[in-house]
């Protein structure tokens, strides 16, 4: 169904649930979506709002002619479309959010809803369903419990942390407990279920990972080792053939028996046994090898779609517990999550025989990708300190190898955590620091050597990853002049990337926007961001809201 007729869909069924009386009354203000416009006390005031985001980012790669994927072509224009429309009729709700870009309507059309949510008030109980987000822990823009939507790093980490996040099929509850007294407040039960999971989207072209790469060479490999062998037993067939053709012309019959004879080897090589006669062997080598290659030459096209296990399966779907309070001043929560992880690990030993299943067949069932299985035990904590804000997550990741021994499976690890804000005494500014990290445990149990390189978890750094995010805002001329930087630093892997902004707003709808990336690593073969480390760009938009 092409977009038009979505968002025509969409406004028809809106204004005939509500009772639509005059169209003067609809309410654009960008600053009140999500207010509840039916409590104004107006009998004709309607509670469908509308608003909108419509942008255009033109982007230079400065080094775009050295990185795989770009070629020539180092600028990109990306236009991009946004609308919401929002319900509130007191005791339901409904709110929808489209997102139109190329990349969505090309390669995810599902996407073009962005988020479909239907709400029911009941009280101290809210019930929604729908195509959603969902955002667990304290962090900002930052999170180690955070599992249930999964991220698009099709662009990296450059768009907003919700932006990257990708919609699922769920259902939420959230009771408010009816308890409010000096040392408890704000208690929240809340319980989220998935029937399905979506699962990352690793980047391409100069944002393809080098796992990906890595994979998708090894993958490659494999096929075109079972290729030439192939190619090699078309070559057996064709030499048997022309000799026992040139011995049968000649009618040297007793040479042609011995010649096949010595040949057996060859035959049963192939699955073809042995035959009666002469004719009937060098007949039935020379189809099957021929219709063998053919086959695996026909199959090795597909071969890439198969490989990734099919997570639109029940036996996917994701659910969790969490329970948020405040005590004082401090505001707390647990959170349980039962799931899988969102990036496949991979079994070594399962490939070769997927690759040449597949070749032979067209199928493969026993595959060498996984989404391991985890649970996610959680607590985070957020409270004021003086002029600080300080924030907090801890989480508990208990997998199937416990023991630690089973390289092809993610092993048990803890992640955590920690940052604050504040805001500064000057030019209206505002510094954000927070730090991450997680450490793999029981890291040094794989019995074998030899799979020690190919463990999941292995990295050459060792078992434990930390960044720091720094984020520092600032504003002037009564907020038309917002600069603004972002860096990252990875310690073990030693790589920094800086992502400056500058948001000039000459009109309170309108903003041109400047911005940039700048990556350095300390070593392209062992730094976590090593394949990107041409990828820096400078960036101007335009953006009108609505």
Known sequence: MKISKIITLAVISAALTTGLAAQEDFDFGFDDFGSDSSSSGSGSSLPVEFSGKLSLDVRDYLMAGDVDGIGDTKITATPNAK???NYDGG????????????????NHPIDVIDELTLAAYLGNFTLTAGKMKVVWGKGDKLHVIDNFNSDDYSDFIIPDYLDRRISTPMIRGVYAVPLNSRAIS??????VYTPIMPVDRLGSGVWTPAKSAELTSRVKNTATSNIKTLVEAKADAAKIAATATALTAAGENDKLSAYITANQATLAKYGLGTYATATEA??????????AYLLALNNSSSLADGVYPDTNKFEYGQGGLR???SIGQVDLGVSYYYGHYKQPSVNALKMTNYVSDYLKTGKGDDKFLAYDRKQTFGLEFSTILWKFNLRGEAAYNLTDDVAGDDPWVHNNSIQWLGGFDIDLPFWDANLNVQETGTYILKNGDIEDGRYKLYDVDYSSTGYSNNKIVVNFTTSFLNGKLAPEVTALYGFEHKDLVVMPKVTIKPASSFKIIGSGLAMWTYDETESEFGSWHKNSFVQLGAEVSF
């Open 83 to 85: 609308l919401g429309i």
């Open 91 to 106: 005791k339901a709700g409904a709110d929808l959010q489209l997102k139109v870009n190329e990349d969505t309507i090309k």
């Open 186 to 191: 704000n208690v929240m039960i809340e319980g």
């Open 282 to 291: 060098i007949k039935n080598y020379v189809a099957a090898t021929e219709t």
């Open 323 to 325: 329970v948020t309070g």
